[in-house]
C-alpha cells in the first residue's frame, strides 16, 4: 500500500500564482493548509513569518539565498526543531552573469567607453585588458562560485576558489586543477591575485571582510566584483582606493548602504560600475525557485538530504 502524499503549505503568497503550486505537486507532495502541512514553503519576508508553527511542521523552505535578515529576526533560533533551507544556488547562473558581466566590462575600459562623445582609440589602447593569463579569485566559492568557474576558465583566466572549509571545489565543467583554499589563507593569496570576485554569505565573521588592508595589497590594475552583499566590503575604504587609483575599479551589484543614496561617491567615480541589485530580477528569480523547490520537495518526500539547509552555527 502506498503512503499518503505529504502535504505541503505555500505562504504567504504565491507570486506568479502557479510556479510553485506546479513545483509542490512535481516533487511528489499535495498542497495543503498550513495547519496540516508538514512543510512550508514561504515566500515573504522574516517580518510576515509566523511567530508559531503547527507542530506538523518539520521543514520551512526560504525564498532567499542571502538569510541574514532571518538570523537578525531571530526566527531561525525561534524554531529549533524545525529544518531550514535557502535558494543558495537556486539563483547562482543568473548572478554569475552578472558578475562575469561586471568584471569585463571594467577590464575593457567600458565605462569610459560609453560615456565618450568621439573617436577616442589612442586613449582607450593602453587601458583596455583581457582575462587570459590573469588570476581571478572567488571569495565565497557556494552555488555562484561553482557557476562562474566554468564561466572564466574558456576565457583563459586562472581561478583561485576561496571557500570557509577548504576542501576543493567540484561541479559541472570545474576541473580538479581548480585550486581551493579556506579563508584563512586569504592573506596569502592576495599577492597572486589580479581580480577578486565577492560572492559569499553574509555573516558577522564576513562583514568588511575587504577593507583597507586587503585593497592594499591588490594590483592598481585589480577590479574587485561584489555580488554578494554590501557589507563584505568595507565601503569608505573601497572609495579611497577607487579614488587614490590603488585599485583598477569596481563593479558592485550590492552595496553599504543599500540602495545607494544619490550623491554618493561611488556614483560618479569614473572606475566604479554600481547595478542597483538586479542580477537576479523577477522575471528570472521566480521561475529559478519554482525549481529549486521542486528538487527540495523531492528530497523531502524521499527522506534525502535538502538542498541549501541552513545551520544556525555558521549563520547561513
Known amino acids: 500500500m502506498s503512503r499518503p502524499a505529504i502535504p505541503i503549505a505555500i505562504g504567504p503568497s504565491e507570486p506568479p500564482a502557479t510556479l510553485l503550486e506546479k513545483a509542490v505537486l512535481e516533487g511528489g507532495a499535495v498542497l495543503s493548509a498550513l495547519e496540516e502541512a508538514r512543510a512550508l514553503i514561504w515566500t515573504g ?118 571557500n570557509r572549509s577548504g576542501r576543493p571545489v567540484t561541479g559541472r565543467g570545474i576541473p580538479e586543477t581548480v585550486e581551493t583554499f579556506s579563508a584563512d589563507h586569504l592573506g596569502r593569496i592576495w599577492p597572486r591575485t589580479d581580480h577578486v570576485v565577492i560572492a559569499a554569505p553574509a555573516t558577522p565573521a564576513t562583514e568588511h571582510l575587504i577593507g583597507t588592508e586587503e585593497l592594499a595589497r591588490l594590483k592598481p590594475s585589480s577590479w574587485i566584483v561584489n555580488v554578494a552583499r554590501g557589507s563584505l566590503v568595507d565601503t569608505d575604504a573601497l572609495v579611497a582606493a577607487l579614488a587614490s587609483g590603488a585599485i583598477g575599479g569596481a563593479g558592485l551589484d550590492v552595496t553599504d548602504p543599500e540602495p545607494l543614496p544619490d550623491g554618493h561617491p561611488l556614483w560618479v567615480l569614473p572606475n566604479a560600475i554600481v547595478t542597483p541589485h538586479d542580477s537576479n530580477p523577477p522575471q528570472l528569480r521566480f521561475a529559478a525557485f519554482a525549481d529549486h523547490v521542486a528538487a527540495n520537495v523531492a528530497r523531502f518526500v524521499g527522506e534525502r538530504d535538502l538542498l541549501a539547509p541552513i545551520e544556525l552555527v555558521r549563520g547561513y
Open 45 to 162: 519576508s522574516p517580518d510576515e513569518f509566523p511567530h508559531a508553527l503547527p507542530s506538523t511542521v518539520q521543514w520551512v523552505q526560504l525564498p532567499a539565498a542571502g538569510v541574514e535578515d532571518w538570523f537578525a529576526a531571530g526566527i531561525i533560533a525561534e524554531h529549533p526543531e524545525v529544518r531550514f533551507t535557502s535558494a543558495a544556488g537556486a539563483f547562482a547562473a543568473s548572478v554569475a552573469e552578472h558578475a562575469l558581466m561586471l568584471l569585463l566590462a571594467g577590464i575593457r575600459y567600458l565605462p569610459e567607453q560609453l560615456r565618450a562623445s568621439g573617436w577616442r582609440q589612442q586613449d582607450f589602447f593602453p587601458h583596455v585588458g583581457t582575462l587570459r593569463g590573469k588570476t581571478v579569485t572567488i571569495v565565497g566559492a557556494g552555488g555562484i562560485g561553482r557557476a562562474l568557474i566554468p564561466m572564466l576558465l574558456p576565457l583563459g583566466a586562472h581561478v583561485i576558489a576561496v
